[in-house]
């Protein structure tokens, strides 16, 4: 289990399988990024799968998004 502080209306990358590994890794500042830029979680995901498979990663990429609501 990972803990970690979140602020109101933050967005977290809670899993990325294949978008993380040495092969397909996208920066953690463009991955920040795209987070940042896009309240829609839906084109978020969208964004950061492409960038996955721009950086050679699988076929099969996992990404979970989540937005931490009003505390």
Do not use: F, K
């Not at 933050?10 to 294949?18: E, F, M, R």
């Not at 397909?24 to 492409?50: E, N, Y």
């Not at 950086?55 to 505390?71: F, K, M, N, S, W």
């Amino acid at each position: 289990m990972v803990r970690a502080v979140a602020e109101a209306g933050s967005s977290n990358d809670v899993c990325a399988d294949g978008m993380t590994a040495t092969r397909g890794s996208v920066p953690q500042r463009r991955i920040a990024g795209i987070l940042a830029a896009h309240r829609d979680l839906r084109l978020a995901a969208s964004l950061l799968m492409d960038g996955a498979h721009e950086h050679g990663g699988p076929e099969q990429v996992t990404c979970i998004l989540a937005r931490v609501g009003d505390i």
